[in-house]
């Protein structure tokens, strides 16, 4: 089944001049990018995106980060495009994530991971309108 998934190329890997490795690895296993844009998060933006974890202990210093620099949103699109992608980035810790994902390649620690994701669809939608008005989304 085609769906949409939000993906996020997080401050540490646009530091890190990584962009165009991970768009490589979304091309080369079937995820298009449906819509693509730079922009640098304030922290009440970063705190929007992630109020579902606005308990965590993380939270302050994961919105610090995430309002420290650009970042790259997109969505993706392809077959199963939610659980590929959750795939290719491997586990949120790096030191658990399998040789060859996105997050052992280019991650630094559990915080600055590299790439976010979409876990499910309802969250997927959620993420998408969060920084997609629907005209700036592709239909292939
Ligand atoms: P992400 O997949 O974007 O979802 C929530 C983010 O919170 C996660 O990636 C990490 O960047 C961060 N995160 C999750 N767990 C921790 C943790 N234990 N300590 C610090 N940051 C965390």
Known sequence: MSEKTLSIIKPDAVAKGVIGQIIDCFASNN??????????MSKREAQG??????ERPFFDSLTDFMSSGPAVVMVLSGENAISKNRELMGATNPAEAAEGTLRKRFATDIE?????????????????????????????
């Open 31 to 40: 995820l298009k990018i449906a819509a693509l844009k730079m922009i640098h």
């Open 49 to 54: 995106f992630y109020a579902v974890h606005s």
């Open 112 to 140: 600055k991971n590299a790439v976010h994701g979409s876990d499910a669809p309802e969250t997927a939608r959620e993420e998408i309108v969060y920084f997609f008005p629907e005209l700036e989304i592709v239909n292939f």
